[in-house]
């Protein structure tokens, strides 16, 4: 499947500039539940950021004991030998799809502390392929604390932008996107609040402290699917080459 030149560009520079720059040619907000969301343009210290080769050594803090095995009958849990095996080889393949293509790098700022975060996936090809989605946070010393991840078994396609930024309107913090949920931080807790656990509060009866996540959870598969339209490829990459 050929990408549009747009697209070529897009995968080029990263995924939220490309976004921005789409914003300013067409309209980008969504009126949802009684919130007005816009596309979160990137923040100005991404252009000071390393490249996602730079940041591989991260990937040894995801934790893949939850993952599919080969043998998806095979019920014993990974040991720790075949742990440290898969954390390896996430660093040494870094952040790439099951292609072999660059992964598209996304900087924010998830929490609102002023430092960059970024979200990227890193696939492994094969037949029965694995995509892993990631989330880090900004630290005070320059590094990279994973605070989110989630994965795909034997898909078609690569997600290129996992976690996408949206600003709502009169929210200080931005609401993040992916296929499954929402997600907002929560400062009071310190992580990050999603559609789960908003529920798991109203159940338990308590008062949320993100009205915004709770007002918008509902139509999560919504809003992702409008956010996801305006990313490149429609965010989604085919495992075959790009011709």
């Not at 996602?52 to 050594?57: I, T």
């Not at 915004?212 to 139509?219: M, Y």
Request: aromatic fraction near 8%.
């Amino acid at each position: 499947m050929k990408l549009s030149l747009l697209h070529l560009a897009c995968l080029v520079l990263s995924a939220a500039s490309c976004a921005a720059s789409r914003a300013e040619t067409t309209a980008t907000s969504l009126a949802v539940g009684g919130r007005t969301l816009t596309l979160q343009a990137p923040p100005a210290c991404a252009q000071a950021q390393r490249p996602g080769k730079a940041l591989a050594g991260y990937l040894v803090q995801y934790d893949p004991s939850g993952d599919p095995k080969e043998d998806i009958r095979d019920e014993m849990p990974w040991s720790a030998r075949d742990i440290q095996r898969i954390k390896r080889g996430l660093v040494e393949g870094g952040f790439h799809y099951p292609n072999g293509q660059d992964s598209l790098i996304t900087w924010m700022d998830a929490n609102g502390d002023g430092r960059c975060d970024f979200t990227a996936s890193a696939g492994i090809g094969g037949m029965k392929a694995v995509d892993r989605m990631f989330l880090f946070l900004g630290l005070p010393n320059g590094g990279f604390r994973l605070a989110d991840a989630y994965y795909s078994y034997m898909e078609s396609s690569s997600i290129l932008v996992p976690y996408i930024p949206i600003t709502v309107a009169g929210e200080t913090l931005p609401v993040l996107a992916n296929r499954n949920t929402l997600l907002q931080w929560d400062n009071g807790r310190r992580q990050f609040a999603t559609c789960a656990s908003i529920r798991y509060d109203s159940q338990a009866g308590r008062r949320s402290a993100q009205p915004a996540l709770t007002a918008l959870c509902p139509h999560a598969q919504q809003i992702y699917g409008w956010a996801a339209a305006y990313m490149p490829h429609e965010n989604e990459l085919p495992y075959s080459n790009v011709e």
